[in-house]
């Protein structure tokens, strides 16, 4: 896959947010999405079946980039994720999470690696209610390091959340359906964008990731035959993504 041609802001930028029971958080969310917009972006909001009145406060905003659907029945956060990315319609797609917060410049800077790579992600800086320490961080210097990221995410090496990570449109005939074994969304783009065209890491932090007791990722070590099913799930998952970049002549 090679560099997207012309101005990095010539394509619509595509903001893919899943919301669930998030009505505490999300408002400061897009307010702080919503600044670093222009007047032809858009912030895809899935609701997956919220029991609170997030939808309400998302509708609420009353901005017309914000596209907001919502679930009758809770599908999960990864197949929320993948509902927010059909839907768009931008050439550059960002995720987001709806309890977090952007930092300043985070826009310019992930289109400028996605002017390069596929897939960018970024870091980020903690904060909120529960304590807490930034564990491993990406580097720059892993840019492009295809087999080197790949065996880290099998390790357990590599920090890539999804909440800090953005692609290029190019990449969805590959990114899309995402297997039903795939246990998250962020290490399955991860691994899609080692495996085609290469990866950009950002070492700035490139958003504020909130910590509260309603965090969805677990923050204590899995058993070891969970880890055990869960690297054989990512082996699979190359395979698969292997497969599809050759069905669509993708190097």
């Known amino acids: 896959m090679g560099a997207a041609d012309g101005p990095v802001r010539s394509g619509r930028v595509s903001v893919c947010m899943a919301t669930y029971n998030g009505s505490e958080f999300v408002h400061e969310q897009l307010v702080s999405i919503l600044g670093q917009l222009g007047p032809s972006d858009e912030v895809i909001v899935v609701d997956d079946a919220s029991s609170d009145d997030t939808a309400a406060v998302v509708a609420a905003m009353g901005d017309p980039r914000i596209l907001l659907q919502c679930s009758t029945q809770n599908m999960g956060h990864v197949r929320a994720f993948e509902s927010a990315i059909r839907a768009a319609s931008g050439e550059y797609i960002l995720l987001a999470d709806q309890d977090d917060v952007w930092t300043d410049g985070r826009v310019e800077l992930m289109l400028d690696s996605l002017s390069r790579r596929p897939v960018v992600a970024g870091n980020f800086t903690l904060f909120g209610t529960r304590s807490g320490q930034p564990g491993q961080r990406l580097s720059a210097s892993d840019s492009g390091a295809g087999l080197r990221n790949l065996v880290g995410i099998l390790a357990g090496k590599r920090a890539y959340f999804g909440s800090a990570m953005g692609l290029r449109r190019d990449l969805i005939p590959i990114l899309l359906p995402i297997p039903d074994y795939v ?69």
């Open 183 to 251: 246990e998250a969304h962020d290490l399955w783009l991860a691994t899609v964008g080692n495996l085609v065209g290469g990866i950009e890491h950002r070492d700035e932090s490139v958003l504020l990731r909130r910590l509260h007791e309603g965090n969805l990722t677990a923050d204590r070590r899995r058993p070891l035959r969970t880890i055990l099913a869960s690297r054989l799930h990512m082996l699979r998952a190359m395979l698969e993504i292997i497969r599809r970049r050759s069905g669509v002549g993708m190097r």
